[in-house]
């Protein structure tokens, strides 16, 4: 359904009860009861999963599933699956300038980006009282799924050139992979960066930030948002990620959530940061009721705040959990009346 999503952002940030948006689409599974391969790899299977989740969690919109092996497979990457875990990305491809030369951009639709294009279109038809976001991998991170995170790491010192020609073709896959999920009508997308998160506010700038920028500048307008996902140390950051152009930050809980909406600017909505692994995977439905509403309680005075997990909910995430989670937002909201 195509909304005006500019204006859902204002009426989120007008709202006196907001509803979570939790990073949520892999605990699905279980709703499900299917491992994980089998629900990466249907479309159907992830609109019905998005369906599962949205029916049972009263969420502010649905997301896709935040797996960040999809773009680079399609690359060419070899992927790691097992039934109760997040796809991984095995070694790299990229070593040297002849292999950046030789990288071959490929078309959208190849692998599974087809697959999970085609579960978007598919959960439209499905979910017509939410939002609807795309999941997408940022650019650094993308990079460095390819050439190996701690070599990026160091090429981004001794070889500059070789990084950008790589991200070059990258942040040309990732503009048309994200036009793509707007031309069957999402409603946006989570972008993942990730591994930006590592960088000094320098290189951040320079191998991250600019290319985010030109993507949202090609992609975002106001029936179609980008929000920028980062669960790194991003305090030191955060003049450079507000220069590139998203509508919505995520941040994780390598943060403190209190001190980010100290920086970020009133107009900007933040989402974060119940951790995912000690909270929602490996806490009580006590531990993270708590840590819910300690989290609330230091942040809903700023309007432009909406309560969330840190990054994406691990698949064999107890639902106890889950569904504690969404008590303790009824519950601060109820007892604030």
């Known amino acids: 359904m195509k909304r005006n999503m500019y204006q859902w952002l204002e009426d989120i940030k007008a709202c006196e009860t907001k509803k979570t948006i939790p990073v949520l689409s892999f605990p699905g599974i279980k709703l499900l009861d299917i491992t994980v391969p089998t629900l990466i790899g249907d479309s159907e299977t992830q609109a019905k999963c998005m369906k599962a989740v949205a029916d049972r969690c009263d969420t502010g919109a649905a ?6 092996s999809v773009e680079a497979e399609a690359f060419g990457s070899v992927i790691k699956t097992s039934d109760d875990e997040v796809p991984t990305v095995i070694g790299s491809i990229i070593q040297t300038e002849e292999d ?16 999970y294009i085609g579960a ?4 439209l038809e499905l979910i017509i009282d939410r939002p609807i976001l795309a999941g997408v991998i940022g650019p650094f991170s993308l990079a460095g799924r390819l050439m190996d995170m701690t070599e990026i790491m160091v090429t981004c010192y001794t070889d500059p050139d070789l990084v950008h020609k790589v991200l070059e073709k990258v942040t040309e896959f990732s503009i048309a992979y994200i036009k793509a999920y707007k ?8 972008m993942a960066e990730p591994a930006a998160g590592l960088l000094s506010p320098e290189f951040n700038h320079e191998f991250s930030t600019k290319y985010v920028k030109r993507i949202i500048a090609e ?4 029936n179609f948002i980008i929000v ?8 030191p950051l955060i003049e450079s990620l507000m220069s590139n152009g998203a509508k919505a930050y995520h941040f994780g809980n390598a943060v403190k959530m209190e001190e980010i909406l100290a920086l970020v600017p009133a107009d900007k909505v933040v989402m974060g940061n119940v951790e995912p692994a000690g909270q929602f995977r490996n806490g009580t439905p ?3 009721y708590d840590n819910t509403t300690e989290i609330m309680k230091k942040c809903c005075s700023y309007k432009n705040f909406v309560i969330s997990s840190g990054c994406d909910i691990p698949p064999l995430s107890p639902w106890e959990n889950i569904d504690a989670f969404f008590k303790a937002v009824k519950d601060f909201y109820t007892d604030a009346k």
Do not use: F, W
Not at 63 to 68: C, N, V
Not at 183 to 190: D, F, L, P, R, T
Not at 228 to 235: A, E, K, L, P, R
């Open 120 to 123: 978007i279109k598919k959960a």
């Open 228 to 235: 920028y996902h980062n669960c790194g140390n991003t305090v």
């Open 286 to 288: 006590q531990s993270i």
């Open 63 to 68: 997301l896709s599933l935040m797996d960040l």
């Open 219 to 222: 992609t975002q307008d106001e």
């Open 183 to 190: 031309e069957v009508g999402a409603n946006g997308c989570v």
């Open 100 to 115: 950046a030369d030789n990288l071959n951009i490929p078309q959208v639709g190849a692998k599974r980006t087809g697959i």
